[in-house]
């Protein structure tokens, strides 16, 4: 005679109802801070697309200003990267 491995408990039986995983889950969602990025995401799509039109961009955009401090450059320089 031999015994059964198998556990005297089913993985099923551990569930809830569909009702409480899906009440799990949104909680779960707004925990995570899901929630917000999902509402922002369904009002992206359907609020209006940006203008495709030229005339609609500024002509000039101003590039950014890079700044390397004193201890960058010193750490460069050993390195002799070199930045000028």
Do not use: C, F, Q, W
């Not at 031999?2 to 409480?20: I, N």
Request: no cysteine; proline share 6%.
């Amino acid at each position: 005679m031999t015994t059964s491995s198998r556990p005297s408990y089913l993985v099923s039986d551990e569930l809830g109802t569909p009702a409480e995983l899906a009440a799990d889950g949104r909680a779960t969602g707004r925990n995570l801070g899901l929630h917000s990025s999902l509402e922002r995401a369904a009002r992206a799509a359907v609020a209006t697309p940006p203008s495709l039109h030229y005339d609609d961009y500024p002509a000039e955009v101003g590039k950014r200003e890079i700044r390397v401090s004193d201890a960058a450059a010193r750490i460069a320089n050993a390195l002799h990267l070199h930045l000028d």
